[in-house]
């Protein structure tokens, strides 16, 4: 079955930019759509945007002008960079798939979610 | 943008009683509105679709009604494992802008 697994620094000082990769594994990232999701510390869950296979995205525009979400299908992965991070960005992010059926969209898979602490 | 409000926040039951969770959009969007279970230190968990549509492998004791504005997630003869945050999200907004409620938590009495 489809898994996805999230890689990234751990932890980062504020102003750099944070980069996250999630592989897909067990299955083609081809004609889905693919998402970043974060969740701050003991809070509610925060979507980022999301990116078709053949590189089409979409951001949160609470974020979008620090956002940008890449594919790479050769490695059957996507990634996340997010510039000038401060401390709340700090959060679990998570990458999803989405499904898109009659027009409602989910997450229907998720990674198992990387921890980032942006701190100086 | 399109607010999600859930009620109650938090909640507290006993094994084997039926609960119901509510999650209030702030305009009407439809039925494009899914439910997710996450358990401390784990990702969400994907359990209804489109209000009412439950996933393969979750258990017939979750149910999702609702339409327009106001949804429930109901759980009948709660196990222990179903103690957890559940979220709603919706997906009606165009441009996409997907958002999620703040979240219930479901606790042990």
């Known amino acids: 079955q489809v898994q996805l697994q999230e890689a990234g620094p751990g932890l980062m000082k504020p102003s750099e930019t944070l980069s996250l990769t999630c592989n897909v594994s067990?299955?083609?990232?081809?004609?889905?759509?693919w998402s970043w999701i974060r969740q701050p510390p003991g809070k509610g869950l925060e979507w980022i945007g999301y990116?078709?296979?053949?590189?089409?995205?979409h951001y949160n525009p609470s974020l979008k002008s620090r956002v940008t979400i890449s594919v790479d299908p050769s490695k059957n992965q996507f990634s996340l960079n997010l510039t000038s991070v401060t401390a709340a960005d700090t959060a679990v992010y998570y990458c999803?798939?989405?499904?898109?059926?009659?027009?409602?969209?989910?997450?229907?898979?998720w990674g198992l979610g990387t921890m980032v602490t942006v701190s100086s | 943008d399109i607010q999600m409000t859930q009620s109650p926040s938090s909640l507290s039951a006993s094994v084997g009683d039926r609960v119901t969770i509510t999650c209030r959009a702030s305009?009407?969007?439809?039925?494009?509105l899914n439910w997710y279970q996450q358990k401390p230190g784990k990702a969400p968990k994907f359990l209804i679709f489109?209000?009412?549509t439950l996933q393969s492998g979750v258990p017939s004791r979750f149910s999702g009604s609702g339409s327009g504005t106001d949804f429930t997630l109901t759980i009948s003869n709660l196990q222990p494992e179903d103690f957890a945050t559940y979220y709603c999200?919706?997906?009606?907004?165009?441009?996409?802008?997907?958002?999620f409620g703040q979240g219930t938590k479901l606790e042990i009495k």
């Open positions: 999803a798939r989405i499904i898109w059926q009659q027009l409602v969209i989910a997450f229907d898979i």
């Open positions: 067990g299955g083609s990232i081809s004609n889905y759509y």
């Open positions: 990116i078709y296979y053949s590189g089409s995205t």
């Open positions: 305009q009407n969007i439809n039925r494009y």
């Open positions: 489109a209000a009412s």
């Open positions: 999200q919706q997906s009606y907004s165009s441009p996409p802008m997907y958002t």
